[in-house]
């Protein structure tokens, strides 16, 4: 049985995590983003002892690789640590530049946009229309993939709910 849960979400960085080790067994837990492990020695004990794991993690999600070894059989389990707090800033971060982009689409279409601008003897030209519209998309998969991590939902067939759609058209020479 794993001796840390599944998932460890986080509610304060950094965060202390008790860990109970049994009786003459030695845990092993490795960080993968930063490589840094952690051991957690209870070998010499008849008993249980309780140990305090320091997680501060940088990231919104990352995965603790453990390997726990007693009696001389060794098992491995995997922990996930989020930190809902990255997810939901890196979200709004891509909302207000996806609110951004469309501002500068609008404002292109329109034709209020100048193709180049000279300040302080520098050159800047603007983005294309296609090449605002695949920073768009690109921004719009990140946000749908963040908040289907944050729902916990699938990440199957895109993530998309509607699977298919059929478009039914009337035969030639019908009235319908």
Do not use: H, R
């Given at each position: 049985m794993p001796l840390l849960p599944e998932k460890i979400y986080m509610v304060s960085?950094?965060?202390?995590?008790?860990?109970?080790?049994?009786?003459?067994?030695?845990?092993?837990?490795s960080f993968t983003s930063s490589g840094k492990s952690t051991s957690l020695d209870n070998l010499n004990n008849i008993i249980s002892k309780e140990f305090t794991v320091g997680?501060?993690?940088?990231?919104?999600?990352?995965?603790?690789?453990?390997?726990?070894?007693?009696?001389g059989h060794a098992s491995?389990?995997?922990?996930?640590?989020?930190?809902?707090?990255?997810?939901?800033?890196?979200?709004a971060q891509l909302k207000q530049?996806?609110?951004?982009?469309?501002?500068?689409?609008?404002?292109?279409?329109?034709?209020?946009?100048?193709i180049t601008i000279t300040i302080n003897n520098k050159t800047l030209v603007s983005e294309s229309l296609s090449s605002l519209e695949s920073m768009r998309e690109r921004y719009v998969k990140r946000?749908?993939?963040?908040?289907?991590k944050m729902n916990g939902g699938s990440f199957s067939n895109g993530g998309k709910p509607i699977k298919s759609i059929t478009v039914f058209k009337p035969k030639p020479g019908s009235t319908r």
């Open positions: 960085n950094p965060m202390d995590i008790k860990v109970v080790v049994p009786a003459a067994t030695i845990v092993v837990i997680l501060d993690v940088s990231t919104a999600q990352e995965l603790l690789f453990c390997t726990q070894i007693s009696n491995t389990f995997t922990s996930e640590v989020i930190n809902p707090v990255l997810y939901t800033s890196e979200y530049m996806i609110i951004e982009i469309d501002s500068v689409i609008a404002n292109k279409v329109s034709g209020g946009a100048n946000a749908n993939a963040l908040f289907m």
